[in-house]
């Protein structure tokens, strides 16, 4: 398995505009982590799916933060519209909740709203 | 859900030298993991430990769990420049299945 994949890597964006950030886990897996990391914040969790199901999305900032798991192969967070303070890299990370829980995270996407 | 919140927030040491973090968290686990982090890259799982252990070894890291004091403590001996990286913890406590990390320890290896 190739791991988990994130798109894009970057992204610069002007302020207002939406971003659309993708998350394909790892096949088999059965939960879904968007994380936002930040010098101040540090890692945040935004939301959690088990089985394409949002389970805890207390971590999301605003209405202006989104996410869809339509299938167990794909998730997007979307920011609309997107302000200069949204600007970090985020993360998806699978896992398979079972005894193991370990948790596999992507490369991140860096993202700049000017 | 909860956190676990690393200490200390940095360390430097020499290369070749042992490190040492610990991690505390405020309720009942079934396991505690730690994580590396290095430099603007995505965390790696390096070893899970279940809350019926109370050690375990994996090459040069040795983590401890104490259920009584809701601590545990990772240890990397024989360090290298390679291991400077940010160190997190995150407990799990199955309820919900969630994994919140803290702010992580920063550990610096000179070489």
């Known amino acids: 398995d190739a791991g988990v994949i994130q798109s894009p890597r970057h992204e610069v964006t002007e302020m207002g505009q939406e971003v659309t950030l993708r998350c394909k886990p790892i096949s088999g897996h059965n939960s879904l982590f968007w994380y936002r990391q930040t010098m101040m914040r540090g890692l945040e969790l935004l939301i959690y799916?088990?089985?394409?199901?949002?389970?805890?999305d207390s971590g999301m900032p605003e209405d202006r933060f989104s996410a869809k798991m339509p299938n167990a192969s794909f998730s997007t967070l979307k920011i609309q519209p997107s302000e200069p303070r949204d600007s970090a890299v985020y993360f998806c990370a699978s896992s398979w909740t079972g005894q193991s829980t370990e948790a596999f995270f992507g490369q991140g996407t860096r993202l700049t709203v000017v | 859900s909860q956190q676990g919140e690393e200490d200390p927030q940095a360390l430097s040491i020499q290369e070749g030298e042992n490190a040492t973090m610990n991690c505390s968290y405020k309720?009942?686990?079934?396991?505690l993991q730690w994580y590396r982090q290095n430099s603007g890259r995505g965390l790696v799982h390096l070893i899970l430990i279940r809350s019926n252990e109370r050690e375990k070894h994996s090459g040069r890291l040795r983590v401890t769990l104490d259920t009584s004091k809701k601590s545990s403590s990772l240890l990397i001996t024989a360090s290298r420049a390679a291991d400077t990286a940010s160190y997190f913890c995150a407990p799990y406590g199955g309820s919900q299945g969630n994994l919140i990390f803290g702010k992580g320890t920063k550990l610096s290896v000179k070489p």
């Open positions: 799916f088990n089985n394409n199901v949002p389970i805890d």
């Open positions: 309720t009942s686990i079934n396991n």
